[in-house]
């Protein structure tokens, strides 16, 4: 389990993280989710000793990352996917690694199979490999330890399709198997289909947490009509706040309340559903459009 306890950092008079906390536990993909600039990766490099905190702690299994005696066999860190010796061949990389832990060579050849990078691939430089690749590799460091938890930073970037299929195979395998996942991603439809847990960020702090399902549950109803103004004044009438979105609406009501009002409003009903099906990125865009860098939400 990973524990943020009101964790707070500051450079002079610049607020990175303001006073978060959540919890990432076992067992389960926990999404960690914001705008450029929000304070993800802040926050991550000080859950793994890379930045020290202005107040607040962070906690892996109970323990500061730093008295971990031999932090790759309990938490495996990917960051920077780019941040490997460029000089050094796949299998090296991993090799040190190996060595620094205290495993054996042997680990080597089946971490390399298990993110699948080939023979051939493992004896080229890395400067030679593709961001894809570069991912498979920091994937693997992360991994060769065969660690209880996993921090990762953006992890599919530069992964193709297939790519991003496998990673999320493998999470929810190590998540399914007792392990702890956090996980920043871009990528909203692969953090909308893996993650069981989601925490939003954004201006350094959490504006939404929870469990998946709870959080899109929240977010109403979809519902598209013959005639969405005159529905959405029948809702407002019915004390129902709506949101115009593409072909439709969103309603803070549950899908039966807004069947009723469009009923009586002599509207015809093309689609009602619960908005968890408008998906993650429009929760993401509605919490985070007031501290999104780019303003792409209204």
Avoid: C
Avoid at 40 to 50: A, D, E, F, H, Q
Avoid at 70 to 93: F, K
Avoid at 265 to 284: I, N, T, Y
């Amino acid at each position: 389990m990973i524990t943020v306890e009101s964790l707070t950092k500051q450079y002079g008079p610049f607020t990175a993280v303001d006073h978060v906390s959540f919890t990432a536990a076992t067992g389960r993909v926990t999404g960690f989710l914001g705008p450029n600039g929000a304070g993800k990766s802040t926050t991550m490099r000080i859950m793994v000793g890379l930045t020290r905190p202005t107040t607040g702690q962070v906690t892996v299994s109970g323990r500061d990352y730093r008295d971990l005696p031999n932090p790759g066999l309990e938490v495996g860190v990917l960051l920077d996917a780019s941040a490997q010796h460029a000089g050094r061949t796949g299998r090296e990389i991993l090799a040190i690694a190996a060595q620094t832990m205290g495993l054996p060579k042997s680990r080597v050849a089946e971490t390399l199979a298990r993110v699948g990078l080939t023979e051939d691939e493992a004896e080229r430089r890395v400067r030679n490999y593709s961001l894809g690749m570069r991912q498979r590799l920091g994937i693997a460091t992360a991994l060769i330890g065969d660690p209880e938890v996993l921090i990762l930073d953006e992890p599919a970037n530069g992964l193709d399709p297939a790519g991003i299929r496998w990673m999320r195979d493998l999470l929810r395998g190590f998540a399914n198997d007792g392990g702890t996942v956090l996980l920043s991603s871009h990528l909203l439809h692969e953090i909308e289909v893996i993650a069981d847990d989601i925490v939003v960020i954004g201006q350094g702090r959490i504006v939404a947490q929870g469990s998946k399902t709870e959080l899109l549950a929240a977010a109403g109803t979809l519902v598209r009509t013959s005639d969405d103004a005159r529905l959405a004044r029948a809702l407002h009438e019915a004390a129902v706040v709506t949101t115009p979105i593409d072909g439709g609406l969103r309603a803070d009501a549950d899908p039966g309340l807004v069947g009723e009002v469009a009923h009586r409003a002599d509207v015809v009903v093309r689609e009602l559903r619960a908005a968890d099906g408008a998906g993650l990125e429009e929760m993401f865009l509605q919490l985070t459009a007031e501290t999104a860098r780019e303003g792409a939400a209204a």
